[in-house]
Nanobody, 125 residues
């Protein structure tokens, strides 16, 4: 059974850092794209970053470019999202999701088939 479990969320002050983890089970990473998404209260779910785990190709949404870094450890079947210089507007539930790799990397939630349950990130002083 394919499963994704996020961890690493929490409360952090503005300007701080957090690293989220997405542990995959039931499938082997190198054959899937992994995306990170977030959903703030009252807002639509939006793409944050994604990675093609076979070759490390990455993509980022404009609001997080230069602050967030996505990486993978295929041996551990885990994808990470390092978040630096966090802002109050980064507050959201963060989800990871998987899809069998398509022609292009995608930050669109509708392109992903398998989802974790999410982890809360709160940026506040």
């Amino acid at each position: 059974q394919l499963q994704l479990v996020e961890s690493g969320g929490g409360l952090v002050q503005p300007g701080g850092s957090l690293t989220l983890s997405c542990a995959a089970s039931g499938f082997t990473l190198p054959y899937y794209d992994i995306g990170w998404f977030r959903q703030a209260l009252g807002k639509d779910r939006e793409g944050v970053s994604c990675i093609r785990t076979s070759n490390g190709t990455k993509n980022y949404a404009d609001p997080v470019k230069g602050r967030f870094t996505v990486s993978r450890d295929n041996a551990k079947n885990t994808v990470y999202l390092l978040m630096n210089s966090l802002r109050p507007e980064d507050t959201a539930v963060y989800y990871c999701a998987a899809r069998a790799g398509g022609l292009f990397l995608s930050l669109s939630p509708i392109m992903y088939n398998y989802w974790g349950r999410g982890t809360q990130v709160t940026v506040s002083s």
